[in-house]
């Protein structure tokens, strides 16, 4: 007869800071375990206090409470399968990123993360020490190895297991999306399977920090890299998981595998949930955003009301003699077809006032700029007045082109406390329209069907700030933007490499130089979802102050 091991695995969606709601959930998930006849239920990396905490976990009184709280949980989880939670650890005045392994009433092993990531999202470095390489822990007659996250990215954390007597290998993960992530991800834990020979379990969270999402995904590989087992991308999901002990050695029992989302519907589903979950968790039911009639307030509004609801989004138009008529019916129209609320509040009025008390400071100047930021400046006014009164959120609807080159307005259409679009270059707003009026998916709360109107998709974007205005008279077209972008930033590439590729030199230095001197607006900017590697935040930190220009990519 072989023998047989059941792991509960918890791909939750715990909450920073929530100590004791984290607890609660892990709680039902042993509950969950113990009703199944698991021998052990495993949470992910740092559950206990929600991960990415940042600096908060440096704080004594903060982990101090967290240890506690673990500690409590294993008094409270005697009687049943052992728990394997995430949480930090003080020993010899260092503190650890660490796995606590308990049983029988009590903490019994404590795996210590000894690789720790210093780069894109990650300041592990700066947070926590490094723990030493350690050997299995035992689940009743089964050893078990637990890679903590980034040990399991390097071969020797997880050869030091198998050498050392493991016979499977469960690795607890606090690791959020990026488009393709998941493929990144199974590579890399296919080589430690491969160098072991050992099944390998990978357990991941769900649910949205910040700007950050965790994607979920877990799954299960057994000898040789094949598939065994896979939970949904994005949902919270308890499963209970088999392995079955042959003459050679552990294998995970075939299982459910979930599949992988194409990355357009994976994107989506990640601005849908890192809105939601920054709502629900900073308290915040309702949302507005300023409802121009272009394509990326459209956008925004339908993630709104696919993450919250119809019924808690409010559109806002904000005309001024410069909105088309255009504009005006496909702001409604959209509006209409998500069954979102949908205010006029025309600017002209205010706009006047502005102009009369300003006239005597402004006498002899010409317009320009100043005047079409002040419509903007008033919107964002007035866009907070409603988010103060009724106590909705604003949303900004920046898109990551837009972000770039800092073609927004600061204290205007920048307004706001969220923007899911951050990260999402211009024109692949465009192809995410058409995606999402061709798609619906259960977890969207808005309306089946289109949405969001082709002539809004389809018309010449224009910040309508005066007569006649289109983006291209300020920048690039945006298919030659969001190229040139995408290589500057997303690349790090220099001038001379976008000039091999075919760009004008000219063209690359405007656009080098409008990156640079927008810092300070992004520095100034709302947190949004983040979608790539190179997300404006953590993954980019750039000096405001910055005279050093790329001298590359000139004619010699």
């Given at each position: ?6 792991i ?19 709680r ?64 010899g ?29 990650f ?16 689940v ?27 016979e ?76 079955e ?50 394509v ?13 609801g ?7 138009m ?12 496909d702001?409604?129209?959209c ?50 007045a ?19 080159v800092g ?31 061709d ?54 590439a ?63």
């Amino acid at each position: 007869m072989s023998d047989r091991f059941r792991i509960t695995l918890a791909q939750l969606n715990p909450t920073v800071g929530d100590i004791d709601g984290n607890a609660q959930k892990a709680r039902a998930a042993w509950e969950a375990g113990k009703g199944a006849g698991a021998d052990l239920v495993a949470l992910t990396e740092m559950f206990i206090t929600g991960y990415n905490a940042q600096d908060l976990v440096m704080k004594p009184a903060f982990h101090n409470a967290a240890i506690s709280a673990i500690e409590a949980l294993a008094a409270e989880c005697a009687d049943g399968p052992a728990l394997a939670i995430g949480g930090p650890w003080v020993e010899g005045g260092n503190l650890y990123n660490a796995y606590h392994i308990c049983r029988a009433g009590r903490v019994v092993t404590r795996v210590l993360k000894h690789h720790l990531p210093n780069e894109t999202v990650f300041d592990e470095v700066r947070v926590f020490d490094s723990g030493p390489i350690g050997g299995p822990y035992a689940v009743g007659n089964t050893r078990v190895g637990s890679p903590i996250c980034e040990d399991s990215w390097h071969p020797d954390v997880a050869e030091t297991l198998a050498e050392t007597g493991a016979e499977f290998l469960l690795v607890p993960n606090g690791s959020p999306y990026y488009r393709g992530k998941m493929e990144t991800r199974v590579n890399h834990v296919v080589a430690r399977v491969v160098e072991t020979g050992l099944p390998l379990i990978y357990l991941n969270q769900v649910g949205g920090q910040d700007d950050q999402v965790f994607d979920g995904g877990s799954f299960a590989l057994n000898p040789g890299g094949a598939l065994a087992w896979r939970a949904p991308m994005f949902d919270e999901d308890v499963s209970h998981v088999d392995l079955e002990r042959g003459d050679d050695g552990w294998r995970v029992v075939e299982g459910d595998k979930a599949p992988v989302l194409p990355d357009f519907e994976a994107d989506y589903r990640a601005m849908v949930q890192s809105l939601r979950d920054y709502c629900g968790k900073t308290g915040f039911g309702q949302v507005l955003l300023g409802m121009s009639g272009g394509v990326d307030s459209a956008l925004v509004a339908t993630i709104a009301v696919d993450a919250l609801g119809p019924d808690n989004v409010r559109c806002v138009m904000l005309p001024s003699e410069y909105t088309s008529q255009g504009s005006l019916d496909d702001a409604e129209a959209c509006a209409k077809a998500l069954g979102a609320r949908y205010d006029y509040v025309p600017i002209s009025g205010p706009r006047a006032a502005v102009t009369e008390a300003l006239a005597p400071l402004f006498e002899g100047t010409k317009p320009d700029v100043t005047e079409e930021n002040i419509q903007s400046r008033l919107r964002g006014l007035m866009l907070m007045a409603l988010s103060n009164k009724f106590g909705e959120m604003l949303l900004t609807t920046g898109n990551k082109s837009e972000v770039a080159v800092g073609y927004a307005t600061i204290y205007g259409d920048m307004s706001g406390g969220y923007n899911p679009i951050k990260d999402l270059y211009k024109m692949r707003v465009f192809e995410t329209c058409r995606w999402r009026n061709d798609n619906h998916r259960d977890w969207m709360m808005g309306n089946a069907g289109e949405v969001i109107p082709p002539s809004i998709i389809n018309k010449p974007p224009s910040a309508e700030l005066r007569e006649d205005q289109k983006d291209s008279d300020s920048l690039p077209d945006y298919y030659v933007l969001d190229a040139l972008l995408e290589m500057l930033v997303d690349d790090e590439a220099s001038v001379a490499d976008c000039v091999a590729a075919g760009f004008d030199r000219e063209t690359v230095k405007k656009v080098e130089r409008l990156i640079y001197i927008s810092e300070y607006k992004r520095f100034q900017s709302a947190p949004g979802t983040r979608l790539t590697k190179r997300a404006f935040w953590l993954d980019r930190r750039y000096p405001i102050v910055n005279g050093w220009r790329d001298p590359s990519g000139t004619k010699g």
